[in-house]
């Protein structure tokens, strides 16, 4: 789960870097002294989050590989948080009412000028995506924090079941080699003797 939320957070912060270079919005303007220009914006400026978010996304996927447990509940909890910040940046685009004001001060340009506008929703829509992708890493990455408690005691049992068998084969062959001896292995007397391998008592007896 861990390897998939770091593909998919990879994955964003690729997404959002794109989207920062892709235009969101155009205005056209005209002073009546020159020919009409076209002034673009594009996703870094428009949304100056976005490319430091990408860098975030980018070193939460990287920090993935080292941290575990309560930590890595908490990356989840700040790749949510980034989630939430890219849907905003991304849906803003889509609902504002009039994007040429905020243009027209991003771009320098008189607002008396503005003579058209236009949005670019490819930058936006991929915005958005990236934060649902950022949604299901941190949910991945909170399903692992989550199960690792229950692996690390099923490891535990395991390992204790193991020890358990090894220790009953070994008390089962020494009670065999003190039959072999004719020694009683019931005999409280002899109980240590009868846990004792066979070469070590004869290496005893030398």
């Not at 890595?72 to 980034?82: D, T």
């Not at 958005?128 to 909170?142: E, F, P, Q, Y």
């Not at 079941?161 to 002899?190: F, H, N, Q, Y």
């Amino acid at each position: 789960m861990i390897r998939l939320a770091q593909l998919l957070l990879c994955v964003s912060a690729l997404g959002l870097w794109v989207a920062s270079r892709l235009p969101w919005v155009s205005l056209g303007s005209a002073d009546g002294l020159g020919h009409p220009k076209t002034s673009t914006i594009n996703g870094a400026a428009w949304s100056t989050a976005l490319t430091p978010l990408a860098v975030l996304l980018l070193a939460a996927a990287l920090a993935g590989l080292a941290v575990r447990g309560w930590l890595l509940r908490a990356l989840a909890v700040l790749v949510a948080m980034v989630c939430v910040l890219l849907a905003y940046l991304g849906v803003s685009l889509m609902v504002m009412p009039d994007v040429a004001p905020r243009g027209a001060e991003l771009a320098g340009v008189p607002v008396m000028d503005l003579v058209a506008s236009q949005r670019h929703l490819t930058g936006a829509a991929l915005t958005v995506t990236a934060a649902i992708c950022s949604l299901v890493a941190a949910v991945l990455l909170m399903r692992a924090a989550a199960s690792e408690p229950r692996q690390a005691a099923k490891y535990e049992g395991v390992a204790g079941a193991g020890a358990g068998i090894g220790a009953a084969e070994i008390s089962e062959r020494g009670m065999w080699d003190a039959l072999d001896v004719g020694r009683d292995p019931t005999d409280p007397d002899t109980a240590d003797t009868a846990t004792t391998p066979v070469a070590d008592r004869g290496t005893e007896g030398r």
